[in-house]
């Protein structure tokens, strides 16, 4: 999880710098691709941590705008703040000391983990930037839409919602090929559908309540998708 941030990003990244802190160094200017960078925080990065332009409000981990708004306004470079976000994927807190569910190390790797941290470099801690009013700019459809029709629509639904609600960043889960750790492995669980959607709805522990940002058919997709896919 990103630690230590408020003021301290230059004496984050001049550390690495020095000790060559694993393979991971200080991030070139222009490397990552920023867009491909929020679609992978959303579907790894946004059920943990706070970040407005994400459209996320999860707490379990640091929230990222108040992060890095001080170090911003000191005039920290972006691709230093970039720096330290990469570094922090490679290289975090996975078990504090607070009790709370660590972040498990490179949870995206490579090329992805530089755009989420370019991602997260260029929004955190500046105000949110306008929205395309519909998808059709980039032809894809928003989370948890299908045009498919008949048989096989809801687990379609449910598929596309688990991966960009980011249940796997969380979940162990075959059929959606996750394989987090943070949470419950839902295929040893088996958990039956009236309890993912009491989960999903209210939340429990260090589990976030979507029922701000899933409507309860999406809820209901959800349920339908991991007890089918478990057998619960």
Do not use: W
């Not at 459809?141 to 249940?167: H, L, N, R």
Request: net charge negative; charged share 20%; with cysteine.
């Amino acid at each position: 999880m990103i630690r230590g941030l408020l003021g301290a990003c230059a004496v984050v990244v001049a550390g690495l710098a020095v000790s060559g802190c694993g393979t991971v160094g200080i991030s070139e200017a222009g490397s990552g691709d920023a867009r491909a960078g929020k679609q992978l925080f959303v579907e790894k990065c946004a059920v943990c941590h706070t970040l407005a332009d994400a459209g996320s409000q999860a707490q379990i981990g640091p929230n990222l705008d108040d992060a890095f708004l001080q170090s911003r306004a000191d005039g920290l470079g972006e691709t230093t703040i970039q720096s330290v976000v990469r570094a922090q994927i490679a290289y975090p807190v996975e078990d504090p000391p607070t009790g709370t569910p660590g972040m498990p190390a490179d949870i995206v790797k490579g090329e992805d983990a530089e755009s989420v941290a370019a991602y997260v470099a260029s929004v955190a801690g500046m105000p949110v930037r306008e929205q395309p009013a519909s998808t059709a700019e980039t032809g894809t459809e928003a989370p948890g839409t299908t045009t498919d029709a008949g048989e096989g629509k809801a687990e379609a639904d449910g598929a596309s919602i688990f991966a960009s609600a980011g249940c796997g960043s969380c979940h162990t889960l075959e059929a959606a090929g996750s394989s987090g750790t943070i949470g419950p492995d839902l295929d040893d669980s088996g958990p039956p559908r009236e309890l993912v959607i009491e989960r999903v709805t209210k939340g429990m522990g260090a589990m976030p309540s979507f029922s701000d940002s899933l409507s309860d058919e999406q809820i209901e997709a959800v349920a339908d998708y991991v007890a089918k896919s478990t057998g619960g």
